[in-house]
């Protein structure tokens, strides 16, 4: 992993977003929190703190909340994986799921959380393709599940 520089671009703009990366975490299960393909990283899935599902036990804008906690936590794990936030080029995609309530459907305005503040961050960089989908559950009854795919400068 190469050095990590003492504060990247990313977490200064997180700084003035009023937010900072969570903890590190430990994949909960035989897989890897990120992996590289050329300029690919492929990062598994996130969840955030909010449980429950989204249209009954979990309103639209805890919904939210969750889908951009689940993006500080790829970021941590991004971090942790690279040493360097500012190696990250691109967002190319982004795939979110829903825990939802049989007839909640607007799982894209959900997932609009996570893509609002990956623009935010990373500006037109963060501009990604996306699927937004309802799942009947997700892993420990989290609300949201992202996964997200970045293009990295180089090696």
Request: hydrophobic residues 40%; charged residues 25%.
């Amino acid at each position: 992993m190469p050095e990590k520089p003492e504060i990247s671009n990313v977490e200064r703009r997180l700084t003035a977003l009023g937010l900072e990366l969570p903890p590190s975490k430990q994949p909960v299960a035989n897989y890897l929190g990120c992996k590289r393909s050329g300029d690919l990283l492929y990062v598994s899935g996130q969840i955030g703190l909010v449980r429950g599902a989204v249209g009954s036990d979990v309103t639209l804008a805890q919904g939210q909340q969750c889908a951009r906690e689940a993006v500080l936590q790829m970021l941590r794990t991004v971090d942790d994986t690279t040493g360097d936030l500012d190696q990250i080029v691109s967002v190319e995609k982004l795939l979110g799921f829903v825990r939802s309530a049989d007839d909640f459907t607007q799982q894209p305005k959900v997932i609009d959380g996570a893509s609002d503040l990956l623009i935010a961050i990373f500006g037109e960089a963060g501009r990604h393709s996306r699927t937004a989908t309802g799942a009947p559950q997700l892993p420990f009854g989290a609300a949201v599940q992202l996964e997200m795919t970045l293009r990295l400068r180089p090696e």
